[in-house]
């Protein structure tokens, strides 16, 4: 049967503070805390704890908001579960953690310099049902090798997107909400929706020329003809499927959820380097008034791979799909 140690200041057979039951704790213990403000910071170091509030959420509130540099909650090389409890800080974050396991139900998170939560070196965690604000950055910075997940919160962070996840992260971040209860990180990076709308005449472009082509051969005279059908009806298809794959890219890029775009954007540019070889090909640029859409398609093609491949498209992907 796993350790329960009582936190009471007023209780003569109790913990005072919560960081004299954390010393004193076992591995595998819970720390069950009575109601009330506690002025500390909390440490856990190689050990697996677990720290709630007796009488539900909101009773308990770990304040460290006067520190610049400690985190209200730590944990390093362990496993820290933390329910029902308010946390707040300064300087630093709210609650940290690094190659460890951490997992925060219930609880009200509060940072007034950098993330609410600081998550690196490995480390994995999981959210469920908390409120968390950030006055200095984002709600949840999660670093290189870390993963985890962040379910049914609210977020309020000073930055766009309000979750921030390295390259080499991963967390998945549904139903994530703001301070309102509406969804969060619905603002898009104006990158991505100059790419989305680059992006368009490209697909109207693909279904037009297939369609075109099409027509012309039907129009066409010699033979044989079904031998320029058969031409036609592959034309068309790869066409169609280009144009699907990019009306389908656009939907994905616009809610964040994937970045599949980059795909019918690099076949659009190039079509766009293959025009341009044929002008140098032709010798002296000689230039057809036909060449005109598939430039101009192409170039701006190329605008929306750059947007795409941005700082903030990149954060905005992350932030909704962990790509």
């Given at each position: 049967?796993?350790?329960?140690?009582?936190?009471?200041?007023?209780?003569?057979?109790?913990?005072?503070?919560?960081?004299?039951?954390?010393?004193?704790?076992?591995?595998?213990?819970?720390?069950?805390?009575?109601?009330?403000?506690?002025?500390?910071?909390?440490?856990?170091?190689?050990?697996?704890?677990?720290?709630?509030?007796?009488?539900?959420?909101?009773?308990?509130?770990?304040?460290?908001?006067?520190?610049?540099?400690?985190?209200?909650?730590?944990?390093?090389?362990?496993?820290?579960?933390?329910?029902?409890?308010?946390?707040?800080?300064?300087?630093?974050?709210?609650?940290?953690?690094?190659?460890?396991?951490?997992?925060?139900?219930?609880?009200?998170?509060?940072?007034?310099?950098?993330?609410?939560?600081?998550?690196?070196?490995?480390?994995?965690?999981?959210?469920?049902?908390?409120?968390?604000?950030?006055?200095?950055?984002?709600?949840?910075?999660?670093?290189?090798?870390?993963?985890?997940?962040?379910?049914?919160?609210?977020?309020?962070?000073?930055?766009?997107?309000?979750?921030?996840?390295?390259?080499?992260?991963?967390?998945?971040?549904?139903?994530?909400?703001d301070g309102s209860g509406t969804?969060?990180?619905?603002?898009?990076?104006?990158?991505?929706?100059?790419?989305?709308?680059?992006?368009?005449?490209?697909?109207?472009?693909?279904?037009?020329?297939?369609?075109?082509?099409?027509?012309?051969?039907?129009?066409?005279?010699?033979?044989?003809?079904?031998?320029?059908?058969?031409?036609?009806?592959?034309?068309?298809?790869?066409?169609?499927?280009?144009?699907?794959?990019?009306?389908?890219?656009?939907?994905?890029?616009?809610?964040?959820?994937?970045?599949?775009?980059?795909?019918?954007?690099g076949i659009t540019v190039a079509?766009?380097?293959?025009?341009?070889?044929?002008?140098?090909?032709?010798?002296?640029?000689?230039?057809?008034?036909?060449?005109?859409?598939?430039?101009?398609?192409?170039?701006?093609?190329?605008?929306?791979?750059?947007?795409?491949?941005?700082?903030?498209?990149?954060?905005?992907?992350?932030?909704?799909?962990?790509?």
């Amino acid at each position: 049967m796993s350790q329960t140690l009582i936190v009471a200041p007023e209780q003569s057979d109790a913990y005072p503070t919560i960081g004299a039951a954390l010393s004193a704790a076992a591995d595998g213990a819970t720390v069950s805390v009575a109601p009330g403000t506690y002025y500390e910071a909390l440490y856990v170091n190689d050990s697996n704890l677990t720290i709630v509030a007796a009488q539900g959420a909101g009773t308990v509130i770990v304040d460290a908001s006067a520190s610049t540099s400690h985190p209200a909650a730590s944990c390093r090389n362990g496993r820290l579960e933390l329910r029902d409890l308010v946390l707040r800080c300064g300087g630093a974050p709210a609650v940290s953690v690094g190659r460890s396991r951490l997992t925060v139900t219930g609880c009200e998170l509060t940072s007034d310099g950098g993330p609410a939560v600081d998550v690196r070196d490995g480390s994995e965690l999981t959210l469920r049902g908390c409120r968390i604000r950030a006055a200095d950055g984002p709600a949840v910075a999660v670093g290189d090798g870390c993963r985890g997940s962040v379910t049914d919160c609210r977020v309020e962070a000073s930055v766009d997107p309000a979750v921030a996840v390295a390259p080499g992260g991963h967390l998945s971040t549904r139903p994530l909400r703001d301070g309102s209860g509406t969804p969060a990180g619905t603002r898009r990076p104006p990158a991505v929706i100059a790419a989305v709308l680059l992006m368009v005449p490209a697909a109207l472009t693909w279904l037009v020329a297939g369609i075109g082509f099409t027509v012309a051969t039907y129009r066409a005279e010699g033979d044989p003809k079904w031998l320029l059908w058969i031409v036609a009806l592959a034309i068309l298809a790869l066409c169609l499927l280009i144009t699907f794959v990019t009306v389908i890219g656009i939907w994905l890029a616009w809610t964040g959820d994937s970045q599949i775009l980059r795909g019918p954007a690099g076949i659009t540019v190039a079509l766009f380097l293959i025009t341009l070889i044929m002008l140098l090909v032709r010798g002296r640029l000689h230039f057809e008034r036909t060449m005109l859409t598939p430039l101009v398609v192409g170039a701006l093609a190329t605008v929306a791979i750059a947007l795409l491949r941005s700082g903030p498209a990149k954060a905005w992907f992350r932030a909704h799909s962990g790509t």
